[in-house]
Structure formats: structure tokens, C-alpha cells
């Protein structure tokens, strides 16, 4: 028999320190909306494949494996009493493609990215037990945070764009990927569509399905213009993902040495950059189940940060050993969390709690991993997906970016040092950023914490920080 919760109290669960074990039908209502929205919304995760296959050189198999692994992994936060639904560290995907791309192809190249990816979960983990986390964030600079968001958001579009480099998908697929991209750009920014999802329910639910549409469309838009094939289906109705061939050929359980110290050390200017922008989504995660709980005072919603650090700390730690995934492994997959807390606030006969909503939508994704309908359906339509990701990312990744600068100055350091990160790669772009604020604000460093001259007439932390949230929002 389920467990039930007492009004206005925490929903049940087998507590285990600052964890807290929750499991489907024991703890919590499975949400069948929940669950078939995620069977849709796996395509986005799937979109990942692209990269691995070109940047790593790893067949649609064993690429195949990275994202069900992943997947399996994204369970654990609702299982372990984080109740949001986690996903990539989507700005920091193009930075890191720019990082391991500085190595050689083949064993260098996965040791790099294993090496950063290891660093960067114990970096988390750390954080999350000692509790340093908004303190260590502090310490940087506004005009550092501005540019490593800037450098993010150029990257990406220079993924896409750069000619005979990037995903090389827009050169072969470009009126497919215009389409789609304009498209999700009207369903996920557009004012005029904001207007329209207000007045009308239907509209309401599409915007809910953010780029999910625009994907969808690819599906006929790519082969009907010439561009893409269409989608071809086995015999077969589940999946095969090479587990077998992702350990032996691309972590060191199998052929691939442990990196040597020194990529590690090297590593540390990415491992920083990484975790500034993980950070904005940790403090997304709050604020969006924080407005949530207005509008249930039945559930007492326990989110804690240090509790979430852990949680996706371990996940990367885990993932270095036995998958190394570019996407990385984020707290926050912030436009899905916004569709199942909407669903939340209409009472637990919509959902019994956000617990069964998360955990549900991310059952649903990973059950689509192992679906081959769904797989042979999306396939031709992943590099168009991954392209128009980068470019939805990197509107994002500049929109917050320029909010992040505090005036004038901050914002001149983080373009010339986002520009610099976006070429050269983190470590000069990280460095950069200090120096120039080291040097502009020589005589007051204080300054550089400090907000100076407004950018914006409504200049004011809270109007910030409401416009960084409904940014961040859109972002994978």
C-alpha cells in the first residue's frame, strides 16, 4: 500500500541522512502524463549522439549506451529526494567540445574528457558536503560569470556555423535546420506566441513541449526538401546499445589508461567554468519549486542544494568511470521542471506530489532509450536537433550572460573574454576575464562585486533575477 502524506508535511519516504528513499508505487503515484510526455521528450536526449559519434568516434551503439546509462542516472535525484528533473550542463557543452578537441583524437582525447569529468563530479560532491557552494560562487566576480556565460552562448552558435568544422549539419542541412530553429525560436521567446498561450488552451500545451515540435516537424521538413533521409525501422522493437564496446574501447576498466596528473590539472580552468553555469541552475531549481509551493501548502516541498550537489556530483563522478559523456551530468533540465511544476500547482489530483511528476516524466524518458520505433523515428533528425539545442542554448547562454554584468564595465570585460573563451577555450578565457577585471578595477577591487552604472532602466536585483528566470526557463 502506498505511503500517504499529512497535510502540509514533507511526502513519505525512508530517510538516509540528507537523503531521503522514494520508489514509484511505494512512495509516490505513478503520473501516466508525466510518463508519456518523457517517452515524447526523449528525442532531446538522444540528440547527444551526434557529437559523441563525431568528437569521439563512437558508433551509434555505443553512443546509444552513454545516453541509457545517463538516463538510468537521472533517476536517482527523485529516488534520493531531489524532486526536480535533472539533464545536461547544456551551456557548457560547446566549451567542452572546444576543450577535448585540443587533445588528440582517439585515447588522449577520451582520457581528457574523462579526467575533467571526474574532476568536476568530486568538485560537485565536495561542495555539496561541505556546504561551500554559494560561497565558492561568490568569490567570483559578476564580470567572470558574465563572460564565462557570453564565451558559452558564442560557442555554441560558432558549433553550429563555423564552415568545415562544428557539427557540420547546418552546411548540409540548412533550410531543414532554419525552419525547425525559427519555429522553436517563435514557440520558446516569441511575445507575440507568449500572448497567444495565455488566451488558448491548445497553444498553451504546445508551448509546454517546448522545441519538441520543431523536432517534429524536422521528421517531414528533412526528407520532403531533400536533405534528410527518411526514417527507415528493423524488424526488431528494442534497442541494442553496445555496453560491451563503451568499456572496453572508451574507459579505462577496458583499453583507455587513467589520465595522467596533468590532465587534470589542466582541466581546472573547464572544471570552473562549468560549475559557474551549473550553479544558475541550481538556484533555478529553487526558485521553481519555491513558486510552486505557493500554490500547494498540502506538500511541504523539500529541495536542498547540497543535497542536489551530491546527487549530480556522484552522477559525473560515475559517468568518468563507466561512460564519459560530453553532455555532462546537470542538476536541472529547467523547461521540463517548469511544465511538470505547472501541472503540480493544480492540486494532487493533477499530481499527488512533485515527486511522482518528476520521477514519472524521467521513467518515461528512459524507457523511450530502449524503444527502437522511437529511435529509427528520430534518428535522421538528431543533428538537426543537437544544432538547433546549440543555437536555442546559446540565445540563452548571452540573454543571461549580459544580465549577469553589474554596468558598463563588467559587460566590456565579459564580451572580450566571452569572445576569447569562445576561440581559444576556457582556460584563456577564464584567465582574461581575471585580468581585465584585475586591471579595470585595480584601485577598488571591491568594485568588481559592486553594481555600477545601470544597463538597464529597471536595473534592480529583483528584476534581474525574474529575467534570468524566465530565461533560463527555455534552456535544455
Known amino acids: 500500500m502506498r505511503a500517504k502524506r499529512e497535510y502540509g508535511a514533507c511526502h513519505p519516504g525512508i530517510r538516509m541522512g540528507m537523503f531521503t528513499l522514494r520508489l514509484p508505487f511505494v512512495h509516490y503515484r505513478f503520473e501516466w502524463a508525466d510518463y508519456l510526455q518523457g517517452l515524447l521528450m526523449c528525442t532531446v536526449c538522444l540528440a547527444i549522439i551526434p557529437v559523441l559519434t563525431g568528437k569521439l568516434g563512437m558508433s551509434f551503439e555505443i553512443a546509444l ?8 542516472l ?24 572546444a576543450y577535448i578537441e585540443t587533445f588528440a583524437p582517439g585515447v588522449e582525447r577520451i582520457q581528457a574528457l574523462i579526467s575533467f569529468e571526474m574532476t568536476f563530479g568530486l568538485f560537485c560532491v565536495f561542495l555539496g558536503v561541505t556546504g561551500l557552494a554559494r560561497r565558492f560562487v561568490s568569490l567570483i566576480p559578476n564580470a567572470v560569470q558574465s563572460a564565462i556565460l557570453l564565451g558559452a552562448g558564442f560557442s555554441a552558435v560558432m558549433l553550429v556555423f563555423k564552415p568545415g568544422e562544428g557539427l557540420k549539419s547546418f552546411d548540409s542541412n540548412p533550410w531543414t535546420i532554419t525552419i525547425c530553429i525559427g519555429i522553436a525560436f517563435y514557440l520558446l521567446f516569441s511575445e507575440h506566441f507568449k500572448k497567444l498561450r495565455r488566451t488558448n488552451k491548445f497553444m498553451y500545451y504546445l508551448g509546454n513541449l517546448g522545441m519538441m515540435p520543431a523536432l517534429a516537424l524536422a521528421i517531414f521538413v528533412g526528407p520532403l526538401l531533400g536533405e534528410l533521409p527518411w526514417p527507415t525501422y528493423d524488424a526488431g522493437i528494442i534497442t541494442h546499445p553496445d555496453f560491451a564496446g563503451l568499456f572496453r574501447d572508451f574507459t579505462f576498466m577496458g583499453n583507455i589508461p587513467f589520465p595522467p596528473l596533468k590532465m587534470f590539472l589542466t582541466g581546472l580552468p573547464m572544471v570552473i567554468s562549468s560549475y559557474v553555469v551549473v550553479f544558475g541552475d541550481v538556484i533555478q531549481s529553487q526558485a521553481l519549486l519555491d513558486d510552486a509551493q505557493k500554490y500547494r501548502p498540502d506538500e511541504d516541498v523539500d529541495y536542498n542544494p547540497n543535497r542536489s550537489h551530491v546527487i549530480f556530483g556522484a552522477r559525473n563522478t560515475i559517468m568518468s568511470v ?45 524507457t523511450g532509450y530502449f ?21 536555442i542554448q546559446g540565445y540563452v547562454s548571452v540573454r543571461v550572460g549580459v544580465l549577469k554584468s553589474r554596468g558598463f564595465n563588467d559587460l566590456g570585460i565579459a564580451g572580450v573574454a ?23 578595477y585595480l584601485s577598488n577591487f571591491r568594485k568588481a562585486y559592486e553594481k555600477e552604472e545601470p544597463i538597464f532602466p529597471c536595473d534592480s536585483p529583483e528584476t534581474i533575477a525574474k529575467e534570468v528566470a524566465e530565461a533560463m526557463k527555455e534552456n535544455q
Open 65 to 72: 549506451a552513454i545516453v541509457v546509462l545517463n538516463g538510468t
Open 74 to 97: 537521472y533517476l536517482a535525484h527523485v529516488t534520493f529526494g531531489d524532486p526536480v528533473i535533472p539533464g545536461w550542463v547544456t551551456p557548457a557543452i560547446p566549451l567542452l567540445i
Open 322 to 366: 563507466i561512460g564519459p559523456d560530453i553532455s555532462m551530468c546537470g542538476p536541472l533540465w529547467a523547461a521540463m521542471q517548469v511544465v511538470v511544476c505547472e501541472r503540480f500547482k493544480h492540486g494532487p489530483k493533477a499530481m499527488e506530489t512533485i515527486n511522482s511528476g518528476a520521477g514519472s516524466f524521467r521513467m518515461g524518458t528512459w
Open 371 to 391: 524503444l527502437a520505433p522511437i529511435v529509427s523515428t528520430v534518428k535522421p533528425i538528431l543533428g538537426v536537433g543537437l544544432a538547433s539545442t546549440m543555437l
Open 418 to 440: 566571452g569572445a576569447i573563451l569562445a576561440t581559444r577555450g576556457a582556460a584563456w578565457g577564464l584567465g582574461s576575464a581575471i585580468v581585465l577585471t584585475g586591471l579595470i
